[in-house]
Structure formats: structure tokens, C-alpha cells
């Protein structure tokens, strides 16, 4: 049977329990993706409490952090998504992507309007990656791709 969390807090709690046991084991985010058999973007927003896994990725990923089977079935809950709660993030690399809206969002807007017509992106039917490129003039540049499914708004 499918449940929901009303309360983030359960999620939370599981969350920094698996991030102390990542970092104990020292292992990797893709290395828990690999067990899960899931993107590692998907895998870890789950482990950071804002998607469910499915029972037998929940499983293995609870093993493999050494988390109890409370744990597993708490992985596989439907969460209260949203990971920044009130105001503006203050931690740096979040409050760049917030800067990064607040200069580029109704650029952004303006765009998929133009090319879609009236609707969203979906954060649901989407993916996530992340790379890591050299960039030309020295140092290295982060390639971050958003790829969502359009919805458009239905009149009724």
C-alpha cells in the first residue's frame, strides 16, 4: 500500500541518518544510485527526503547504508516535498540557483511561453544532471540540465 508523510520531520530525521552513514562508509552519491538502480539525481533527492523510492531500490539502499527496515519502508513514503523552507536559502551554492532565478526567471518564463505557449514544466516528469566540464579558459564549469515535460494549461 502507497502512504504519505504530512510531516517532513520523519524524512528529515532519516535523511541526516543516511547522510552520517554515507559519509561513515565514505561512499559516493552514484554509489548509492548504483544500488538503487536509479538515476543519481532521482536517488539522491530521495535520500534527502523529496522522492519516494520503490520498495526493492529503498531496500538495497537502506542495506547498503545500514539503516533498519523501518528505514527502507520510511524510504518508500511519499514525502511533503520542499527542501527550503521560509524566505531566502542562505546556504551559498543554494542561494546562487535562487540568484540565478531571481535574474533569469522571467527570461525563463518569457522563453518557454514563447516556444510552448501558457503552461509549466513539470518537476515531476522531469530529469536532473549534473556535469562537470573544463572550461577553456582555465578552472572548471558546472553543466546543470532541467529537462521537464511541458504540460500545458487546459481550458475548462
Known sequence: MVHAQFDPTGRQVLAA???AAKTRKNLSWQQI?????????FTTAAVLGQH??????AKAVAELLDLDQ??????QTIPT?????????TDPTIYRFYEMLQVYG???KALVHE???DGIISAINFK?????????EGGERAVITLNGKYLPTKPF
Not at 544510485?33 to 539525481?41: F, P
Not at 527550503?84 to 536559502?89: A, F, V, W
Not at 536532473?128 to 577553456?136: I, M, N, R
Request: no cysteine.
Open 17 to 19: 541518518a543516511a547522510v
Open 33 to 41: 544510485a548504483d544500488v538503487s538502480g536509479l538515476s543519481v539525481a
Open 52 to 57: 519516494a523510492l520503490p520498495e526493492a531500490s
Open 70 to 75: 523501518d528505514a527502507a519502508m520510511l524510504l
Open 81 to 89: 516535498r520542499g527542501s527550503i523552507s521560509g524566505g531566502m536559502p
Open 106 to 108: 522571467t527570461t525563463l
Open 115 to 117: 516556444q510552448f505557449g
Open 128 to 136: 536532473l544532471d549534473v556535469q562537470k566540464v573544463a572550461d577553456p
